[in-house]
């Protein structure tokens, strides 16, 4: 039998204004990070079976 699922805690005011001002600040990456996460991804999809 599957365990239920716990609530999703609830953000405090302090934690709510950190996200937003995190969502609002995002720190753009470098080509060539963004080319070494597309290469993961492709390796992972390549080598990844799961039936649909």
């Known amino acids: 039998m599957a365990r239920p699922i716990k609530d999703t805690p609830i953000l405090s005011a302090e934690e709510w204004e950190r ?30 079976t799961f039936p649909l």
Do not use: C, G, N, T
Request: proline share 3%; aromatic share 6%.
């Open 19 to 48: 996200l937003e001002w995190e969502m609002e600040h995002v720190k753009p990456i470098s080509d060539e990070e963004r080319d070494e996460q597309r290469k993961a991804y492709e390796l992972l999809q390549s080598i990844a």
